[in-house]
């Protein structure tokens, strides 16, 4: 079963990945998290995500600010009912010092397993200015790999990125792969029109896509 959605700096959906064993998947872009986040700042996006599973960060800063407000956010959720668990990814490899950053994943320990360890996408490294963050969970029996991604802006055309999306489930192909982040291009775009060849749907706004094999 695999999927691909995206979000525009806000928290926007809950998908079951698995009817038996459903998981709550949030992405949210939270521009630029890291130490200019204030306390209360921490406790509101805790309070708005603490319902679900697994949530996708895009924009955590590069510097140690960022990784520190990933732990950050962790704690203030760790103190509302459930464990949870984090992994940050290492410095995008961008040509512009401005727009390097990190990516995160949170997870409620006692529903998911992060399986291996998370990795950023190097294949395409040169093609993708920030290049995409993985990492593999399991819940009970099922296994599936989170792929968090932020595009160029609209005005640098994403789509000039977003074309090599296509490429992934072949690149992995033993992986539930599950694509999430911003992706600043419109469900309409062409771009997405070869992984709806492969099998990939529009479920909702925002072009959320998934497929079931």
Same mark, same amino acid.
């Given at each position: 079963?695999?999927?691909?959605?995206?979000?525009?700096?806000?928290?926007?959906?809950?998908?079951?990945?698995y009817?038996q064993?459903p998981?709550?998947?949030a992405?949210?872009?939270l521009?630029?998290?890291?130490?200019?986040?204030?306390?209360?700042?921490?406790?509101?996006?805790?309070?708005t995500?603490?319902?679900?599973?697994?949530v996708?960060?895009?924009?955590?800063?590069?510097?140690?600010?960022g990784?520190?407000?990933?732990a950050?956010?962790?704690?203030?959720?760790?103190?509302?009912?459930?464990?949870?668990?984090?992994?940050?990814?290492n410095?995008?490899?961008?040509?512009?010092?401005?727009?390097?950053?990190?990516?995160a994943?949170?997870? /409620?320990?006692?529903? $998911?397993?992060?399986?291996?360890?998370?990795w950023?996408? @190097? +294949?395409?490294?040169? =093609? #993708?200015?920030?290049?995409?963050?993985?990492?593999?969970?399991?819940?009970m029996? /099922?296994?599936?790999? $989170?792929?968090?991604f932020?595009?160029?802006?609209?005005? @640098? +055309?994403?789509?000039? =990125? #977003?074309?090599?999306?296509?490429?992934?489930?072949?690149?992995?192909?033993?992986?539930?792969?599950?694509?999430?982040?911003?992706?600043?291009?419109?469900?309409?775009?062409?771009?997405?029109?070869?992984?709806?060849?492969?099998?990939?749907?529009?479920?909702?706004?925002?072009?959320?896509l998934?497929s079931?094999?």
């Amino acid at each position: 079963m695999k999927y691909i959605f995206s979000q525009f700096y806000i928290l926007f959906l809950i998908t079951n990945l698995y009817a038996q064993t459903p998981i709550s998947v949030a992405s949210w872009n939270l521009e630029n998290f890291g130490k200019s986040k204030t306390d209360s700042v921490i406790e509101f996006i805790a309070t708005t995500v603490k319902d679900y599973d697994v949530v996708a960060i895009q924009e955590v800063v590069a510097g140690y600010g960022g990784s520190q407000a990933v732990a950050n956010l962790s704690d203030a959720l760790n103190r509302k009912g459930s464990k949870w668990d984090y992994t940050v990814s290492n410095p995008t490899s961008s040509n512009n010092s401005y727009k390097i950053e990190r990516y995160a994943f949170i997870w /409620k320990t006692n529903k $998911l397993k992060k399986i291996g360890d998370a990795w950023l996408e @190097k +294949q395409y490294s040169f =093609e #993708i200015d920030r290049e995409p963050f993985f990492a593999t969970f399991k819940s009970m029996d /099922k296994v599936f790999t $989170l792929v968090t991604f932020h595009a160029i802006t609209k005005a @640098k +055309q994403p789509e000039t =990125e #977003i074309k090599y999306f296509k490429f992934l489930p072949a690149e992995y192909p033993n992986l539930n792969l599950i694509f999430c982040g911003d992706f600043n291009c419109p469900q309409s775009h062409t771009v997405f029109n070869p992984l709806k060849a492969m099998g990939y749907i529009l479920i909702a706004h925002n072009h959320i896509l998934f497929s079931i094999h």
